[in-house]
């Protein structure tokens, strides 16, 4: 089965430290959509690319996060000067045209 | 922002007996689908509806459309212990993107 892959499934860091997550999405899936998900939440939309290049970004998204998807396949989402508040599961999904999204099954980050 | 919300925010019943979630949202939409999330994984599609379809059937699920309420509803039938899990209603309002509900924790009891 090759799902969305998600790595690391999860990550603590001390507040203040730089993270970097990674989205393998399905392979024919043109479009990639990052969001976050606190609990007892649905995800929250973050940011999304069609091949390599990034649509529309959350205002959700402050400037300490940045997304990409150098070559239209993986992604990567990074997390500068992370604060308590980063806390959550971060979830990635892929959708090919005309199809539902496939979600990976996220990274959750843990501030301390 | 979450444009669609679920209710109830919690439901336990009896293995055997039939669930039921309703989603309401604000905007027109041109579909709405329903994910499950079982506790620390990532959200799986289960049916998706158009808005010019009223209901529909996919195994033990059928989904309700209702767009001049502007609400959907979610029947599990025969539930089973393997339903426990949180069921997000997520519309599609035309721009790319889906917005998520805060989900209904499903809980079936043995």
């Known amino acids: 089965d090759t799902g969305v892959s998600q790595n690391p499934r999860h990550k603590i860091t001390k507040r203040g430290q730089n993270v970097t997550f990674r989205c393998d999405p399905i392979?024919?899936?043109?479009?990639l959509y990052w969001y976050r998900q606190t609990l007892g939440q649905g995800p929250e939309f973050l940011t999304y690319f069609q091949n390599e290049a990034q649509l529309e970004k959350s205002r959700l998204l402050s400037d300490r996060f940045s997304a990409e998807r150098p070559k239209g396949s993986f992604s990567t989402l990074e997390i500068q000067r992370t604060e308590q508040g980063d806390s959550a599961m971060y979830l990635c999904?892929?959708?090919?045209?005309?199809?539902?999204?496939?979600f990976g099954d996220g990274t959750r980050l843990s501030i301390l | 922002s979450q444009q669609g919300e679920e209710d109830p925010q919690a439901l336990s019943i009896q293995e055997g007996e039939n669930a039921t979630m309703n989603c309401s949202y604000k905007t027109s939409i041109n579909n709405l689908q329903w994910y499950r999330q079982n506790s620390g994984r990532g959200l799986v599609h289960l049916i998706l509806?158009?808005?010019?379809?009223r209901e529909k059937h996919s195994g033990r699920l059928r989904v309700t459309l209702d767009t001049s309420k502007k609400s959907s509803s979610l029947l599990i039938t025969a539930s089973r212990a393997a339903d426990t899990a949180s069921y997000f209603c997520?519309?599609?309002?035309?721009?790319?993107?889906?917005?998520f509900g805060k989900g209904t924790r499903l809980h079936i009891l043995p």
């Open positions: 509806i158009r808005s010019n379809e």
């Open positions: 999904a892929s959708e090919g045209p005309g199809k539902p999204q496939h």
């Open positions: 997520a519309t599609d309002p035309g721009d790319d993107k889906i917005i």
């Open positions: 392979s024919e899936h043109n479009r």
